[in-house]
T-cell receptor, first 115, second 111 residues
Framework: NAGVMQNPRHLVRRRGQEARLRCSPM?????VYWYRQLPEEGLKFMVY????????ESGMPKERFSAEFPKEGPSILRIQQVVRGDSAAYFC?????????????FGEGSWLTVV | GQSLEQPSEVTAVEGAIVQINCTYQ??????LSWYQQHDGGAPTFLSY????GLEETGRFSSFLSRSDSYGYLLLQELQMKDSASYFC????????????FGRGTQLTVWP
């Protein structure tokens, strides 16, 4: 049973370019979360999605960042006009519909470097 | 706001026991979780306490006291492979899956 799949694992972008990060949840999971981790820091919540719905985006920066989870295909985190401060590890996590334990399962992460 | 405090680093030798404490200041927290993260890897779920008391899973145990806003992770019979960062995380019942993470405790196990 495959875990949470993220790609690309590593991505290098020049300032001003766009970054697209993809996430396929575990089989049977319909809830997807995106977290960002800066070096030597904990993970910071960005957004929580279900199929075709954004449930909670209170952790998303107001500009340049967007996320979607379409009916078909992976969830996408999109960062437009990247800046150096966007360099971080972006982790996707998923959980089943009945998540009574607040347990979420993380992917291996996408490491974005902005040069 | 939500904040969780944990020590930045802990060291121990193989075979020893280590306790990583976590205190939190928040309202409405719905249990405390612990995650392990090796360098460059995915955070991996270790344990979850919804209620007060001790939860044991093999060599790892976790404790929660909601009245004290305090919990800990206990690692026994330490092995070299346990060297990693350990994060406590709290969630609120109204936003399942939205976890607030501490800054992590770097555990180094020496031979």
């Amino acid at each position: 049973n495959a875990g949470v799949m993220q790609n690309p694992r590593h991505l290098v972008r020049r300032r001003g370019q766009e970054a697209r990060l993809r996430c396929s949840p575990m089989k049977g999971h319909s809830h997807v979360y995106w977290y960002r981790q800066l070096p030597e820091e904990g993970l910071k919540f960005m957004v929580y999605l279900q199929k075709e719905n954004i449930i909670d985006e209170s952790g998303m920066p107001k500009e340049r960042f967007s996320a979607e989870f379409p009916k078909e295909g992976p969830s996408i985190l999109r960062i437009q006009q990247v800046v150096r401060g966007d360099s971080a590890a972006y982790f996707c996590a998923s959980s089943p519909p009945q998540n009574s334990g607040n347990t979420i399962y993380f992917g291996e992460g996408s490491w974005l470097t902005v040069v | 706001g939500q904040s969780l405090e944990q020590p930045s680093e802990v060291t121990a030798v193989e075979g020893a026991i280590v306790q990583i404490n976590c205190t939190y200041q928040t309202s409405g927290f719905y249990g405390l979780s612990w995650y392990q993260q090796h360098d460059g890897g995915a955070p991996t779920f270790l344990s979850y306490n919804a209620l007060d008391g001790l939860e044991e899973t093999g060599r790892f145990s976790s404790f929660l006291s909601r009245s004290d806003s305090y919990g800990y992770l206990l690692l026994q019979e330490l092995q070299m492979k346990d060297s990693a960062s350990y994060f406590c995380a709290g969630g609120r019942g109204s936003t399942l899956g939205r976890l607030y993470f501490g800054r992590g405790t770097q555990l180094t196990v020496w031979p």
